[in-house]
């Protein structure tokens, strides 16, 4: 009898394991075998590389992997530690920065040391706390930064003697040579200086935000009585800060105002100088669907050397937005609005427009590196969902596709693109990292991540599908099934999706995520690509312009409908999840799909475009003030009413969320609770839009559940 006993409580463990379902941390443990190539930083010969070494700056061949020098030994004698480094133009000198204290997304402050190539590193400006943004002048004399919202530089010839450009900084009111925050979260910079080539002048905006309204957050941070987080963020249709552009000699101590124009409700999203040390400058109006690039002369005098108009948007600029040749005289733009499609374009300032470089019905997607004679570009030439690297001639002749595989690279290259080292990966393959020379040709393997390769094996993987829409519009998606797959059978679905305009989700890369661990508990996972999504064209992108959540969220819908025509799909069992734009969208299929979905997850998301910044928001849906009814009539808080008794709806959200506040999600409550619907909350104290510091994990944990529970 004991054996039978026994023999009953094993099969009964057994089947016990057998039922456990398969979690986020499964995932993240699978993730984990995964390997990649980090921090490598091209030196100015194209021939060498830099990368940490056990805490030591370290330079290597790119031809043989070889190390050749330590450019800063962690283990010598007082030595402090590496956070980050950067190389003076000459490569002479390192700024080392220690220490780091995050800001918000990209910005925080941190300590910083200038060191000799192979030498110690002297603490820069000990007795100044905050510093931030700081980087050498070109001719090593000088190290610029930020501290407490005031521009200052040391002189590295008089033994880092400070002297302070600006006075007037105060948080909240006035900053100098950084960016507020909206310009740091939607035009992605913080250093908002920038040294003239020779190094005698300092080019630099000055923000007056004080009559941007102050948002509070609430720190609950174990403190007896809590205390708000006050920062100044502008919303839609709100007060903007005014931005102004100076430039102060450093010899006589001038101060130059530039001429940007008469209308101080504008944008100057990039400053810096030309090879041959001109100060240039973007502008963009409030709409942002006029960008145009100046140039400004000694006496402050500005010219336009580039102009973009369209009637809806001008695409965000970004580092590459314009990149100047060695000449000076020369440069290339990204533009859509000339062909309808992202392309390159040479100019030329005394000239103007010289040429196209590409052209076609597909888009290049990032400038890579542009030498005296080539561009080299990525592009979406092959596919909308695949990129690959090309380069042409600056006479637009010539174009070569260098990599050969199909499906996505990330390209880092040598400094004149001497070599560039490939990320490549595909829906059926993970990640590789190769290093090549500039024609292709393959040096050697970096990573073949051979290892995850064999642990990922037996995983399922992306089938791709277009379908098409009751209205006739034709939508890539992708769908994951369980290994184990059988048609007869029918099988719970869960959509995933962003959405969000220019966005890509469909994409032929490799991506493990917490909706894997669904697939593997015997979910069929899909993910479709609705209108003003990106890389298809600047017609399809901006369809969404002036009513964001009307027709994406219309396509997720037919999204739904469609699955629900396949045999094995259980139609009663689909649900939705999206996170940031994507909760936007998960909130509204859901409030608005009728019976459609069983289940919805909307994680930190946006609920009224009203509660959003100014730029983003504007450049997709204009102002509140002009188009009401595009902020108003797809807003989710205003479709409460609409959740059906058959949809659960989990919606989380982080209280320190800087980006997407908590509002959203309080306000959608209010509409909820009024409707008198029962839904589900979650919420993660002081956790910002990506649920840091404590929820990363445990916010995919409860998803996973909650899809197990309810789906």
């Not at 394991?17 to 990649?36: C, F, G, H, M, W």
């Not at 930083?41 to 070889?66: I, L």
């Not at 393959?442 to 037996?458: F, G, H, P």
């Not at 209280?655 to 506040?661: A, I, K, L, P, Q």
């Amino acid at each position: 009898m004991k054996k039978v006993l026994l023999f009953v409580a094993l099969v009964l463990a057994a089947v016990a394991n057998a039922a456990e379902p398969y979690t986020y941390t499964d995932i993240v443990r699978l993730s984990a075998k995964q390997r990649s190539v980090y921090g490598l930083r091209s030196t100015a010969d194209g021939e060498h590389y830099t990368a940490m070494v056990g805490g030591s700056v370290c330079r290597f061949a790119y031809a043989t992997g070889a190390q050749t020098d330590v450019i800063y030994d962690a283990k010598a004698e007082g030595a402090v530690r590496v956070g980050d480094y950067e190389f003076s133009q000459d490569e002479s000198l390192l700024l080392i920065s220690s220490n780091h204290s995050p800001i918000y997304r990209r910005s925080f402050t941190a300590d910083y040391y200038v060191a000799k190539v192979g030498g110690r590193a002297e603490e820069l400006a000990p007795e100044i706390e905050g510093k931030r943004d700081a980087v050498i002048s070109p001719d090593n004399r000088w190290v610029g930064f930020v501290a407490e919202n005031d521009l200052y530089i040391a002189d590295m010839q008089n033994g880092g003697a400070v002297r302070r450009l600006t006075t007037d900084g105060k948080r909240n009111h006035i900053i100098n040579g950084a960016t507020d925050w909206v310009y740091e979260e939607e035009f992605a910079f913080t250093r908002a200086f920038a040294f003239s080539p020779d190094g005698a002048q300092v080019a630099y905006l000055r923000f007056d935000e004080s009559e941007v309204e102050e948002f509070e957050m609430m720190r609950y941070d174990a403190q007896l009585y809590n205390r708000p987080y006050k920062f100044k963020y502008p919303k839609a249709g709100e007060r903007n800060s005014t931005v102004e552009l100076y430039v102060y000699d450093i010899a006589t101590g001038a101060r130059t105002k530039v001429d940007v124009g008469s209308e101080s409700d504008q944008y100057i999203p990039r400053i810096g100088w030309t090879p041959r040390g001109e100060l240039y400058f973007f502008r963009e109006n409030r709409l942002q669907n006029h960008f145009e690039v100046l140039l400004a002369s000694a006496d402050g005098a500005s010219r336009v050397i580039y102009d973009e108009r369209s009637p809806r948007y001008v695409e965000r600029v970004d580092d590459r937005t314009v990149t100047f040749l060695a000449d000076g005289d020369r440069f290339v733009v990204r533009n859509e609005t000339e062909s309808g499609y992202m392309h390159l374009y040479l100019y030329s300032v005394s000239r103007g427009r010289l040429r196209a470089l590409t052209d076609g019905a597909w888009e290049v997607t990032e400038v890579v590196e542009v030498t005296d004679e080539r561009v080299y570009y990525l592009s979406t030439e092959t596919s909308p969902l695949r990129r690959n690297l090309y380069s042409v001639k600056l006479n637009g002749r010539d174009k070569r596709r260098i990599t050969e595989r199909d499906g996505m690279y990330r390209i880092a290259p040598s400094r004149g693109m001497r070599y560039y080292i490939s990320y490549f990966s595909s829906a059926d393959d993970p990640q590789t990292v190769t290093l090549h020379r500039a024609d292709g040709s393959l040096v050697r393997v970096l990573e073949d991540n051979a290892d995850y390769v064999k642990a990922t094996i037996d995983l399922p993987r992306k089938e791709f599908f277009t379908f098409t829409t009751e209205r006739g519009d034709r939508l890539n998606g992708y769908m994951v099934r369980p290994s184990d797959f059988d048609k007869t059978k029918k099988y719970p679905v869960l959509m995933t999706q962003y959405s969000g305009p220019g966005s890509q989700s469909v994409a032929d890369s490799w991506a493990l995520g917490w909706e894997d661990a669904m697939v593997q508990n015997g979910y069929v996972v899909v993910c479709v690509d609705g209108r003003g999504t990106g890389f298809r064209g600047e017609e399809f992108k901006k369809l969404t312009y002036g009513q964001l959540g009307r027709l994406e969220v219309e396509d997720q819908i037919s999204a739904a409908r469609y699955l629900q025509t396949l045999a094995w799909v259980d139609a009663e069992r689909i649900g939705i999840y999206g996170w940031s734009y994507g909760g936007f969208m998960a909130l509204g299929a859901a409030l608005r799909g009728g019976d459609l979905f069983k289940m919805a997850i909307a994680v930190a998301p946006v609920t009224s475009w009203r509660y959003y910044d100014s730029v983003y928001t504007e450049v997709y849906n204009g102002l509140p003030q002009q188009n009401a009814a595009g902020y108003d009539d797809n807003s989710p808080i205003n479709f409460a009413e609409g959740l059906s008794p058959r949809t659960s709806l989990l919606i989380i959200h982080g209280t320190g969320d800087d980006n997407v506040h908590f509002q959203n999600t309080v306000e959608m409550v209010r509409a909820l609770n009024r409707a008198g619907k029962q839904f589900d909350l979650a919420i993660y104290p002081d956790d910002n839009h990506s649920m840091v510091p404590a929820g990363r994990i445990h916010v995919r944990e409860r998803m996973v559940r909650y899809t197990l529970e309810n789906l």
